[in-house]
């Protein structure tokens, strides 16, 4: 578990050209669920690195595409829960 | 008014307006539509298609995403006989262009970016939602959104059951996607069965989880209109999204494929807290659910009344079996994933390889007869006649009259009459209810320009059905980054189901003694590690 002033958008676009999108680097704002970059079965994977990552946990009501449908919305949910 | 007899879909429209024209068929975000406004919007934007040149049998593309506009497009080409082809809404430009020249689609109704994305002249002319499109993937263009306000009506009475409905694309254990024709009887035939056995009435509140482009999505739709019930279109595929829809609006019946159960049990908590009592059913299709997420759905779901189905089916012939509630628990491992027994109006053979039914536990292929047997495969003759084949039990007199899918899947009977799945002899491979050729896979990898030689095959992943692995060599050697590039032109070139979770680089594919590459020999060698 890293510290919670980690910067939470440079974490995120880690793991997504690591994980997702083969090496490119994803702009903070770039649509991530309407673009198909992600599929449903990765974006689970992302919250459990999430919850590990930031020590969060993020409840079921939260898991929507406002809150995950880019790298800048996903960081503001994260530092949301870590602040 | 007195119902009209069920031939076509817009015969569906008519009664459900004429039973109710201020009910709502539609929910798409915040606004509802009536049953009324399905048939004035439809007839409207039926009858402007209709001026930019579209006659019975031609086809229509659908592009844009599941939305008011989508349910609209169908009815409206339905109704002046032209056959409505959804696109799948993860397409990529090369996936969306090869369809359209497959099966000659020059008019598209399609979100501007979208079609923004098509190369010069792809069509004839584009009715679009958004934006006026700055590309020039058409030669004219017209805003759906007036079309739809428009003052023309269309004649629906010169379209017949026997006509063209739709042609839904999916893939086949070899080659690129193939459109699978289905009437408008298919298409009818398809909704009055399987809202019989979901007992559909017009309180039913249906939510629409799948996309539009796959047989078993469209259902929700065809069915609704059937019942005259209320259809809600979710397009997110993430769990908070589902589940605000089913508590939000009360839905009665939700059908999905087994990922999107995995995702409503990472909710259980809530389910848990806050029972889920008024959805009546739950219904799977598109590949079985692993067993532990199956017992867990049925605990969470079962207590508050939810009633869950089974289904088994395959495009060519919309829906083939299916388990009911009190039968579900023959599905599991230790039963033998049984898959349950006919549709209702449906008989399913198995039939050996020498042509003959097989005997209770002896194996063969699942043989599908009956009206949801769909017309063939667009412009592709060799492989309808090789799924579409006479009845092999058929009286002589009769021989070749009928014709019947041979499914691909192996499957057993039992004494009582219940069909076991066994599995599958070729190559086709399953990923999160999606079908796929190894060769599209690979024709992917291939358009990169960095590969010589592929190779794709589907590997046993409980949770997805198969993941796609490849196994390639290069075409000028590894230097640093190499995958990443190739990698990087899949996702952009390709839907994500068809990304390989794993590309391996060898020096040199191996071959059969006929020089081509040895797919099972190379997946085997994978399997054993």
Known sequence: ?83 | MRPRPEFTLHDLLYNAVSRDPDKVAVVDGDASYTYEDLERESSALGAALADSGVKGGDRVGVLVEKSWEAIVAMLAASRIGAAYVNVNPLFKAPQVEYLASDCDVRVMIGDTPKLDELGPKTLDTAFYRGAEPEGQAAGSYVAVAEAMKGEGRTEDSKVSESDLGTILYTSGSTGMPKGVATSQRNLVVGAQIVSTYLENTPEDRILSALPLNFDAGMSQFTTSLRAGATLYLLRSRLPGDLFKALRRHEITGVTGVPPLWALLIRGSKSIRDKPLRHLRYLANTGGRIPQANLDELRHLLEPAGTKIFLMYGLTEAFRSTYLAPDEVWRSSPEQGNCIGKAIPNTEIMVITKDGREAAPGEHGELVHRGPTVAMGYWGNEEATRKAYRPNPLAPPELLDVERVVYSGDTVKRDEEGYLYFLGREDAMIKNQGYRLSPEEVENLLLSSGLVHEACAFGVENPAVGQDVIAVISLRNGAEDGTIDRIREHVIKNGPPYMVPKEIFVEDELPKTGSGKIDRKGISNAYANG
Request: aromatic share 6%.
């Open chain 1, 1 to 83: 578990m890293v510290s919670s002033n980690t910067d939470a958008r440079s974490a995120i676009r880690g793991w997504l050209q690591e994980n997702v999108t083969g090496g490119r680097e994803v702009p903070n704002e770039e649509p991530l669920i309407d673009n198909g970059v992600m599929t449903s079965l990765q974006t689970v994977e992302l919250v459990v690195f999430l919850e590990d990552t930031f020590g969060i946990v993020v409840e079921d009501e939260e898991f929507d595409e406002e809150n995950f449908g880019s790298v800048e919305a996903i960081a503001r949910l994260v530092e949301s829960k870590a602040a």
